[in-house]
């Protein structure tokens, strides 16, 4: 059915005209691969052989191999003894072609990286263009991870080119992609690499880390109280428990910060502050439980923080023991597909207890 409409079968002489026509294109497109091999084989680096992967790429710019082949063409004839002018117009003019190829496939590792080898050959390309570029495509599809990365590639030229940081404004979009859609692993992956950035940018006192981290923590919630059988925000709200009392509670040392910009290597933990941390957002996820009590992702992150507690505090150790042996219980009946790590998480707890 298609709007109501009941499907017509197609007539078998529709059905023959069709599949002749797929066959001569087959025959044709294996005629163009032919002579891409031989023009290859030779080292005929002309205009004809340009025209050639133009035509095989508009039809299959997944073809990678030809891909090579067309930056040779470009570097032995195109773009060889060319004035600087007539090499930036050339460029340009193969950019124009690749946005033409994305509108056939928007998530291909070989355009974009043929891309990135036309802006880099370039002697003024357009970065402000391309993050404009790249923006069109996340409206078109805000989970399109190939677009995610090229922007983070993008920007970091535009930042080298301009001198200036873009991580507040690189940070705000992704706030308004995961509000579009909460349902954004790029999204949230790419807050991710931003948040640590953002601190040591701004430097930021310990109440102002405090403060950011918190709001970080709320979005977190929305996101997993919206959709609880969503992964992607669960994801986030795993690295955040593990950064978090790191972020909003510890002095930065100035020796590592210069060597690594993870935040395990930035800054010491404090215990207190964990223990804290870990007991507030067990009380989160079982206030949750309580409206979602089949939810997967939330038992498994509660098996996940009461673990943690454990191992932060001496007192209740049986009790954290009996609540997870109870958690992996239910996840068994769950989630089915994970049944066996279920029970070896299960049975290790028992050994703690009868040890």
């Known amino acids: ?76 004839g195109l773009l060889k003894e060319c004035s600087e002018e007539d090499k930036q117009q050339t460029l340009s003019t193969e950019l124009v072609f690749l946005q033409e190829l994305f509108q056939l496939n928007p998530k291909s590792y070989w355009i974009f990286n043929h891309r990135r080898w036309c802006l880099e050959t370039m002697q003024n390309p357009d970065w402000d263009k391309e993050l404009q570029l790249v923006g069109k495509f996340l409206e078109l ?51 991710s690499k931003l948040l640590p950035l953002l601190i040591k940018e701004k430097n930021l006192d310990e109440q102002e880390k405090k403060k950011l981290i918190d709001k970080e923590f709320e979005l977190v919630k929305a996101a ?16 955040l428990v593990a950064q978090g009392s790191i972020i909003s509670t510890s002095q930065m040392n100035e020796e590592s910060k210069e060597s690594s910009n993870s935040l395990n290597q930035n800054l010491s933990i404090d215990t ?41 505090v001496k007192e209740d150790s049986k009790k954290i ?9 239910r996840l068994i009946k769950i989630d089915k597909f994970r049944t066996k790590r279920y029970e070896d998480l299960r049975s290790k707890f028992i050994s703690n207890q009868q040890g």
């Not at 499907?7 to 002489?13: G, Q």
């Not at 922007?151 to 001198?163: A, G, N």
């Not at 954004?184 to 807050?191: I, L, T």
Request: hydrophobic share 35%; with cysteine; proline share 2%.
């Open 224 to 239: 997993f109280y919206t959709d609880p059988d969503d992964q992607s925000a669960w994801l986030y709200h795993w690295w």
């Open 272 to 312: 207190s502050e964990r223990i804290e941390l870990l007991q507030r957002e067990i009380n989160v996820v079982k206030e949750l439980l309580e409206l979602e009590p089949d939810s997967k992702y939330c038992l498994q992150t509660l098996a996940n923080l009461l673990s943690e507690l454990k191992s932060n």
């Open 321 to 329: 023991d009996d609540e997870i042996v109870t958690i992996c219980d």
């Open 1 to 76: 059915m298609n709007h109501g409409r009941k499907r017509v079968k197609p007539s078998a002489e529709v059905e023959k005209l069709r599949k002749e026509k797929e066959v001569t294109k087959i025959k044709e497109y294996r005629n163009l691969v032919e002579s891409y091999f031989q023009k290859k084989d030779k080292k005929e680096f002309d205009n004809d052989a340009l025209a050639l992967t133009t035509k095989i790429l508009s039809q299959n710019p997944d073809f990678y191999s030809i891909w090579n082949f067309r930056r040779l063409i470009l570097l032995n």
């Open 141 to 191: 599809d805000a989970r399109n991870f190939h677009a995610w990365d090229y922007r983070r590639y993008v920007t970091s030229k535009l930042s080298c080119t301009t001198e200036t940081s873009l991580t507040q404004i690189e940070f705000d979009f992704t706030t308004t992609k995961i509000n579009q859609n909460f349902s954004n692993y790029s999204a949230w992956h790419q807050r």
